[in-house]
């Protein structure tokens, strides 16, 4: 056997005998636990073997939380779509509701590609500037801010796809996304990053209204805050 082989097959036994420690990162697990009770399908896009991924995950006794699993040796690696085109096909998922987390420039490019959104991590491989340049929506610093971030994006997200099919100019129910902050407890920085959302979703022509729109948007927060 080659030298890949024999490090694959060596590596494969370590996990096996449980010489191999990959902890999960804090709140990980908590965070899957709260995206399963509201109801996402969760998936893994990895540049990992198939073979490398079962065994993480069996090791850590998450294998089962994840509808599709998805690897550089089965599918075309990052940046490519493939991994996630795949995954999407296999679950059944909505391609516009479909979010990509990562903490690498590849896994923003990868969404791209693939006409999906993503979610940049600030504790990984590159730092939340390269995320953000590379296409990353939002930028979480915790597992814990998971479930809200997904919260907020998929409100915009929805609001943004009805629109866009309804052929219509782009509205402004900031009251409902107003709504949905709130119920999600959201601290004022992650109202700041909302309001990047919403940017990032208008038109060229549309952006000169969002002053406009936050000063309401700030203005209605206060209000239903006085209640």
Not at 172 to 197: E, H, R, V
Not at 198 to 225: A, F
Request: proline share 3%.
């Amino acid at each position: 056997a080659g030298v890949a082989e024999t490090y694959k097959d060596t590596f494969a036994l370590l996990h096996r005998q449980g010489q191999v420690r990959e902890p999960l990162y804090p709140g990980a697990l908590e965070a899957l636990e709260a995206l399963e009770a509201e109801g996402w399908l969760l998936g893994v896009a990895t540049g990992k073997s198939h073979r490398g991924l079962i065994a993480t995950l069996e090791g850590q006794a998450i294998a089962g939380r994840f509808a599709t699993v998805q690897t550089a040796d089965l599918a075309r690696g990052k940046p490519d779509p493939d991994m996630i085109l795949r995954a999407i096909a296999e679950t059944g998922a909505e391609a516009h509701r479909t979010v990509m987390i990562g903490d690498t420039v590849f896994d923003m490019e990868m969404a791209a590609n693939a006409g999906v959104v993503a979610i940049g991590v600030s504790w990984g491989y590159h730092d939340p500037d390269q995320l953000r340049a590379s296409g990353a929506r939002i930028i979480i610093n915790a597992f814990g801010d998971l479930p809200t971030a997904l919260r907020i994006l998929m409100t915009i997200v929805d609001e943004d796809f009805a629109f866009r099919c309804a052929g219509t100019n782009y509205g402004s129910p900031y009251n409902t996304w107003c709504d949905q902050i709130l119920d999600a407890g959201l601290a004022a920085t992650s109202i700041t990053l909302s309001l990047q959302l919403l940017h990032d979703i208008l038109s060229e022509d549309q952006r000169g209204r969002l002053e406009r729109y936050c000063v309401r948007i700030v203005d209605y927060l206060l209000e239903k805050r006085e209640r």
